[in-house]
C-alpha cells in the first residue's frame, strides 16, 4: 500500500472516504478548498473564543481530526474533546492524530449521523464539510440536536460548499472554482472525474438555506465569519439562557 500522502486519487464509481481518500486528504483539502488555511485559521481562533474551561468540544465529521488538534494544540488538558465520524480509516486517523497531542484529552468515535446523535453537553461545537454530505432530509434533524446540546452561550462553528444564489451565478462560482483547482495541480480529467464521483453524494444547497436551518433551530445569533464565493462559514451562537 502507497505511503504517498499526495492526492492521486482516481475515484471509481461512488465517493467513498477509504482507506486511499484518508491517506491523500490533507492534501486534497489544502488543493481544493478555497482559502483553506484562512477557514481553518478562523475557525480554530473562533472556537478557542468561545470555549469554556472544562467543557467538551465536539467535531462532527472529524474526519483527521486536524481542526480538533488545531484547538487542542491552544487549549490543551483544560478541556476534552470528541470527534465523530463515519469512515473507520478516518476515526483511526483522527485517534492517531488526537493521541499525538499528549496525554488523554478526548475520544474518536464511528457514528453515523443519519442514524445515531451523540449524548453529552458541549461549549462548541464544529461541523466543517460535513453535513453536505448528509441526505438533506436529516440535515434540519441534526441542527437542532446541535443547539440542544449546547451550553448557554456555546458556539456551532458551521462551514459548507453552497450553492449561488441563481443559476447563473452559480455557475460562475463554479467556472472560478475549477479555475482555482486547475491552478492548484488538478488536471480537467481529475476535476471531471471527481465532479460525477461525488454527485448524489456531495449535495450542497444554498446559503440561505443553510442560515434557515441555524435560524429554525434556535441559535439567537448566526453570522457568516468566513466566504469564497460557492464556500462560507457561519457562526451561530446559542442565547445564555439556554434558549433563543
Not at 490533507?26 to 488543493?31: G, H, K, S, V, W
Not at 465520524?85 to 449521523?113: F, H, K, Q, T, Y
Not at 440561505?208 to 435560524?215: A, G, P, R
Amino acid at each position: 500500500m502507497s505511503t504517498d500522502t499526495a492526492d492521486h486519487v482516481q475515484p471509481q464509481g461512488a465517493w467513498k472516504f477509504d482507506d486511499d481518500v484518508t491517506r491523500a486528504f490533507d492534501d486534497m483539502l489544502a488543493r481544493s478548498i478555497p482559502q483553506y488555511e484562512v477557514m481553518r485559521n478562523a475557525t480554530t481562533a473562533l472556537a478557542c473564543k468561545f470555549a469554556k474551561t472544562t467543557t467538551r468540544i465536539i467535531d462532527y465529521g472529524c474526519s483527521r481530526g486536524v481542526q480538533l488538534v488545531a484547538i487542542a494544540n491552544q487549549l490543551g488538558a483544560l478541556n476534552r474533546y470528541v470527534g465523530i465520524d463515519i469512515s473507520p480509516p478516518m476515526v483511526d486517523a483522527a485517534r492517531a492524530a488526537l493521541a499525538s497531542v499528549g496525554g488523554n484529552l478526548g475520544e474518536v468515535r464511528s457514528l453515523d449521523l443519519r442514524s445515531e446523535l451523540p449524548g453529552g453537553m458541549y461549549s462548541v461545537a464544529l461541523s466543517v464539510l460535513t453535513l453536505q454530505f448528509v441526505p438533506i432530509e436529516h440535515r434540519q434533524r441534526i441542527v437542532q440536536h446541535i443547539h440542544d446540546t449546547l451550553l448557554p452561550g456555546g458556539a456551532f462553528l458551521f462551514v459548507e460548499k453552497c450553492l449561488g444564489a441563481n443559476a447563473a451565478l452559480d455557475a460562475t462560482f463554479i467556472d472560478l472554482y475549477y479555475d482555482l483547482k486547475q491552478r492548484n495541480g488538478y488536471t480537467d480529467s481529475d476535476i471531471e472525474r471527481k465532479r460525477l464521483s461525488l454527485e448524489g453524494v456531495l449535495v450542497p444547497i444554498t446559503a440561505e438555506w443553510n442560515e434557515s436551518m441555524l435560524h429554525n433551530a434556535g441559535f439567537a445569533s448566526v453570522d457568516c465569519y468566513w466566504r469564497w464565493m460557492n464556500f462560507a462559514g457561519w457562526i451561530a451562537v446559542k442565547g445564555k439562557d439556554g434558549r433563543t
